[in-house]
């Protein structure tokens, strides 16, 4: 079993940044992809970023040129880079990991956008 841990959330002003790490203490795996999903308030969850493990990268057209993903596959880390934020950005953000078939999830971390 892997569990995946986010960090990082919390309050910013709009035009602010963040940086969400997300870790998997004590396990060693590869995975197929891992990515950032994200909910806001009376909406539907969406992939906001998503890294393979070939390095390519998604991003949803709302965050492109803002949000920045990587990896570091000796640490099994994963990280959001989020600048020029938004007040619509304001969500909660979950990691991913999809190992073999099998897609894992962080309990979430919630970041809030003043305008």
């Known amino acids: 079993q892997v569990q995946l841990v986010e960090a990082g959330g919390g309050l910013v002003q709009a035009g602010g940044s963040l940086r969400l790490p997300c870790a998997a203490p004590?396990?060693?795996?590869?995975?197929?992809?891992m990515g950032w999903y994200r909910q806001a308030p009376g909406k539907q969850r969406e992939l906001g970023a998503a890294?393979?493990?070939?390095?390519?990268?998604y991003y949803v057209d709302s965050v492109q040129g803002r949000f920045t993903i990587s990896s570091d596959n000796a640490k099994n880390s994963l990280y959001l880079q989020m600048n020029s934020l938004k007040p619509e950005d304001t969500a909660v953000y979950y990691c991913?990991?999809?190992?073999?078939?099998?897609?894992?999830w962080g309990q979430g971390t919630q970041v809030t956008v003043s305008s």
């Open positions: 004590g396990s060693t795996f590869s995975a197929v992809f």
């Open positions: 991913v990991g999809r190992i073999g078939v099998q897609d894992y």
């Open positions: 890294i393979s493990s070939e390095s390519s990268t």
